[in-house]
């Protein structure tokens, strides 16, 4: 009987130990530079991927600033972001219907002005992306959770055997 109640404290230990803890979400800070023809732009932005998809929205950007042909675009004028990629540090090609797909957009309020950005060779573009910081983390593996189970099982499978042998 005692080890039974033995057997039973080490395995909830065990399920306790080996629930993953939930992260709160990182900061990420991403530097941007694209050219379109011959005017240059560089820019940046962070943001905070709340629901961990590893991908950043507009409603997850937290500051935005970039010099399109020397106007400043601060975030509350950017109305369209896009996505961005963490894992791969790319913008995703998701442009709106009726623009081409290409790989990067963002929009900006203002005198109708929108700048879509990514590699289209007829429009010129040339886009890089360098993440500078990335506070988001990996995700949890539970490798190590599995294994105690599983050793917890042939545990129980040894202890039966035992018992019925004895």
């Avoid at 500051?63 to 913008?91: C, H, K, M």
Wanted: glycine content about 10%; aromatic content about 12%; hydrophobic content about 40%.
């Amino acid at each position: 009987m005692k080890l039974n109640k033995r057997l039973v404290a080490l395995a909830s230990a065990v399920l306790v130990a080996a629930t993953p803890v939930v992260a709160q979400a990182g900061i990420i800070v991403v530097d941007f530079e694209f050219r379109f023809v011959s005017a240059g732009s560089k820019g940046s932005f962070s943001a905070d991927d709340r629901n961990k998809d590893q991908f950043i929205t507009l409603d997850e950007v937290t500051a935005f600033s970039e010099d399109y042909f020397y106007r400043q675009t601060p975030l509350e004028n950017l109305n369209g972001f896009g996505s961005f990629d963490i894992a791969n540090n790319v913008w995703t090609p998701d442009a709106p219907s009726g623009y081409p797909q290409w790989t990067a957009w963002f929009a900006w309020t203002g005198n109708g002005v929108q700048s879509f950005v990514g590699p289209e060779p007829s429009y010129a573009f040339d886009m890089q992306t360098r993440i500078v910081r990335n506070d988001t983390g990996p995700q949890a593996v539970p490798e190590p959770g599995t294994l105690s189970l599983f050793g917890l099982g042939v545990l129980g499978a040894t202890t039966l055997r035992r018992r019925r042998r004895g």
